[in-house]
């Protein structure tokens, strides 16, 4: 399937918006008091893939949560123009497809047809879209033939993409995942990243892998204690020992 | 805080939603110390049985598998208007982990929910273990018992209606205590509790057979019929059936006709209306009650909230004491 | 990532209750509460002295007054239960609805017996709350140990609480990535129905089921591991010291008062 075609059939909204994403000035403290996030501001547009890096607990999770509004905090937020606000999260779940690190969270279904089918049958589409999209989002993870297979029974790999599938079926705009190169073994891993490359979505991805990063992403950017500290292009990041450094990160 | 404002929302449907935990002081003492007495009587049993069957292996299994029943109350689903159904877990528990162990993780539970959480009370936790965590696990098991031979619908449907009658046994039972404790009026609050857990029993109903058709799915041997080798088929069925029936025939009997049943208590002194002085159905929180109404009326009584229980037990051991000695 | 804080029931503080051995703080608490049931329908005095003993209670415990005030508004599906007590108990009629065909006589004694059974209510609530507040987990659970509850029990209570957190965080996970996924388009109704939405529940309670079942597995060959042959053994850091008898004998002192209070004495 040509790219292009791919693109198409993955978008819903008619009139695309140069900016997948938008994050004003994000705060939000956690109940205990533990502030997560100091001010974060992010512009991705469409298209685009950006890795997001830094140190355990710098806030890179919690953001991310913010973007399908499963934590609210202070500061606007934009999903491909649509504000991220109580009344308008039904719709920005269907726009934001956020995978999450532990594929066991993800997959509740006893088939995997079932688990990929959850989100279009959840927007209320008829049998015969749901069928088509949960082939298309099977196919592009190419996991086709595991149509009637058991998530829990299957290898950390396959659950992985099984995830990501779950989520292409709803046709996101822009694709948010935690940690997706965490626990795979190396032939698992260079599965994902042919995965990765060749889904021409705009992408957020959070990670601790930065050869995975160099080999995939033009743009870095660089979270620590809740801010973001560096944002550019990845080779140059990559090549400033001390920025590293500073942040808990070593080069690859 | 945020309690009173989530009661202030709530609709009729969640403010009754599986709130089965009897806090302390809505019921009396002696119903309370009965409840107690039969809690502890199962309780211990179960502990016998799971020390035979399961050896060490089923302290780390029952602790964990307690604080999975505690976290998979927390799944919801959203019903309608703001409301949404929630699993309380006897009949999972019991099909899946045998009778014994499920009593043992049930009643933990809701001895914490009760210790940690003021979710039920301190005295009236003995009944609320019978209710929601002993109760609930013999008919789960019992009914579940009787089909393990059938195939996967037929058991699937079992476990489904075992569940919806567990939740229905269990308003069933929290009405007669209230009603025996002086709390409440019979006909008001066993309709009231029946209607609203009718509903609420169909979510039992639906999560309980969603969560085994998984669970069967990946691992059929946790539901297998290999797992109860150590119990009789006759006596299960039996004991499983009649507690059923129990729930089923008596229900309609409280709610359709009160008079009936508080014409039946008039006749036995139980209850007197229109005398000058007040009668009161409890007149003292002491010994001597006993001794001033017939015991007659009590064993009654008791036994309307007891039958569930005990008969399923009883029934089962003698059968099964009996098939022993025939072979 | 995220933690629910479902234990922190726990007020850490230095107090003269905190102080107190557990077992005698479980055994006040259930004294309080069983007195509390034995007062009979109207005895306001008596309900008031147990008010402020309960209230001492939570300001010996350096609690805050309002602290247990605030937690005991959880008793309301039951107290409309008990509402109907007010047409249930016979007495001097205090108002009357015709309803159908029926007539619902209110009287005093009712109204009493109600109001009776939410002050008992409330005053056990407060204890209970004190009792935990004070008093941590570990505490707790060797007070249960000394009061004679089988050991079988206690092992297994201890082990629910440490994995608690763990499994109901898995639980929150789980609730959040069908959040994730339940999208609605702008144009159009969905939602799925309340049987399918039922069912999904349950497949997850299904799939959190079978990680604590092989959670458990683990956790049962770590304890072999480490020489586990079916006994706990604990050691008893509890000791009754002289303060925790007079504590105890202050307790009943104060609730036989109460109950006398209760019984009409001194009569007038």
């Not at chain 2, 031979?149 to 046994?169: C, E, F, H, K, N």
């Not at chain 2, 029993?201 to 669970?215: M, R, Y």
Request: glycine share 8%.
């Amino acid at each position: 399937m040509h790219p292009d075609t791919i693109a198409t059939n993955l978008r819903a909204s008619p009139t695309p918006e140069p900016l997948s994403l938008v994050a004003d000035d994000v705060h939000f403290a956690y109940p205990d008091g533990h502030v997560a996030l100091r001010g974060v501001t992010l512009r991705v547009a469409r298209g685009e893939k950006v890795a997001l890096v830094g140190p355990n607990g710098a806030g890179k999770s919690t953001f991310m949560l913010q973007l399908n509004g499963i934590l609210e905090g202070r500061g606007r937020i934009e999903i491909a123009g649509l504000p991220v606000t109580k009344r308008t999260l039904p719709q920005v779940r269907a726009r934001v497809g956020l995978v999450f690190q532990n594929p066991d969270d993800q997959l509740f279904s006893p088939t995997v047809f079932e688990d990929v089918a959850f989100g279009p049958l959840h927007m209320g589409l008829p049998a015969d879209e749901v069928r088509a999209r949960v082939d298309r989002a099977l196919d592009l993870v190419s996991m086709a033939a595991y149509h009637d297979r058991q998530p829990f029974h299957l290898s950390m790999g396959e659950k992985k993409r099984i995830a990501i599938a779950t989520v292409l079926a709803m046709m996101p705009e822009i694709l948010v995942l935690d940690e997706p190169s965490a626990g795979l073994d190396p032939r698992a891993r260079r599965g994902l990243i042919h995965l990765l490359r060749s889904l021409p979505l705009t992408m957020l991805v959070s990670t601790h892998d930065l050869a995975m990063v160099r080999e995939l992403f033009d743009r870095m950017v660089i979270m620590d204690e809740g801010r973001i500290v560096a944002d550019g292009q990845t080779d140059a990041l990559l090549a400033d020992r001390a920025l590293l450094d500073a942040h808990g990160l070593e080069a690859p | 805080m945020a309690s009173i404002m989530h009661i202030l929302r709530a609709s009729p449907l969640e403010l009754f939603g599986l709130e089965l935990h009897i806090p302390d002081g809505f019921l009396n003492l002696p119903v309370a110390l009965i409840c107690w007495i039969a809690a502890i009587g199962l309780i211990a049993f179960a502990v016998r049985r799971t020390q035979a069957e399961l050896g060490e292996r089923q302290i780390p299994l029952m602790g964990i598998m307690a604080a999975f029943i505690f976290a998979a109350q927390m799944i919801n689903f959203p019903v309608a208007g703001g409301t949404s159904g929630h699993l309380l877990g006897g009949v999972l528990a019991a099909v899946t982990l045998g009778p014994w162990a499920g009593m043992l993780v049930m009643a933990s539970v809701i001895g914490v929910q009760a210790l940690l959480f003021q979710d039920g009370g301190l005295l009236a936790m003995g009944a609320n273990i019978l209710n929601m965590g002993l109760i609930t696990a013999l008919i789960g098991f019992g009914l579940y018992r009787s089909v393990i031979g059938q195939g996967m619908p037929v058991r699937l449907a079992v476990v489904g209606v075992a569940a919806w009658i567990s939740v229905m046994g269990a308003a069933f039972v929290t009405s007669l205590q209230l009603w025996l404790s002086g709390t409440a009026r019979l006909d008001v609050v066993m309709p009231a509790m029946l209607g609203v857990h009718a509903l609420i029993g169909i979510g039992e109903a639906l999560i309980t057979v969603g969560a085994v058709a998984f669970i069967s799915r990946a691992r059929p041997d946790l539901v297998a019929a290999e797992q109860y080798t150590g119990h009789t088929d006759r006596g299960w069925m039996i004991g499983g059936a009649l507690a059923a029936l129990a729930v089923v025939i008596l229900s309609p009997l409280a709610s359709a006709d009160p008079d009936g049943l508080e014409r039946v208590a008039e006749d036995l002194g139980f209850l007197e209306s229109g005398q000058s002085a007040p009668y009161e159905i409890i007149p003292d929180y002491t010994l001597p009650f006993l001794g001033e109404t017939p015991l007659s009326t009590i064993v009654a009584g008791v036994i309307g909230a007891l039958i569930v229980a005990v008969v399923a037990v009883l029934v089962a051991r003698a059968l099964s004491s009996r098939a022993a000695a025939s072979r | 990532m995220m933690h629910t804080h479902l234990l922190d029931r726990y007020r850490e503080a230095q107090s003269v209750i905190h102080r107190l051995d557990p077992r005698v703080k479980v055994v006040v608490t259930l004294l309080f509460i069983v007195s509390t049931a034995l007062l009979p329908d109207g005895a306001w005095f008596a309900f008031a002295l147990s008010f402020i003993l309960a209230l001492s209670c939570s300001f010996l415990a350096r609690l805050g007054v309002t602290f247990a005030l605030r937690r005991s508004f959880v008793v309301l599906p039951f107290a409309l239960a008990a509402i109907t007590a007010i047409i249930a108990v016979p007495g001097r009629p205090l108002f009357m609805w015709q309803i159908g065909g029926t007539t619902i006589i209110g009287t005093d004694a009712g109204v009493v017996r109600f109001l009776s059974i939410l002050a008992r209510s409330w005053l056990s609530v407060q204890m209970a709350i004190v009792l935990t507040a004070t008093t941590n987990v570990p505490d707790l659970l060797h007070a249960l140990r000394h009061l004679r509850v089988p050991e079988v029990l206690v092992a297994i209570v201890g082990f629910m609480l440490r994995y608690l957190s763990v499994l109901a965080d898995e639980a929150a996970r789980l609730l959040r990535a069908r959040e994730a996924r339940s999208a609605l388009l702008a144009n159009r109704r969905g939602g799925g129905s309340p049987g399918w939405r039922a069912r999904v529940a349950g497949y997850m309670a299904g799939q959190l089921f079978l990680r604590s079942y092989e959670r458990s597995d683990r956790v049962y060959n770590a304890m072999l591991a480490r020489g586990f042959a079916g006994r706990f053994l604990a050691i008893n850091p509890h000791l009754m010291r002289e303060h925790d008898w007079w504590a105890l004998a202050v307790t009943v002192v104060a609730l036989t008062v109460v109950q006398l209070a209760g019984q009409g004495f001194p009569p007038g």
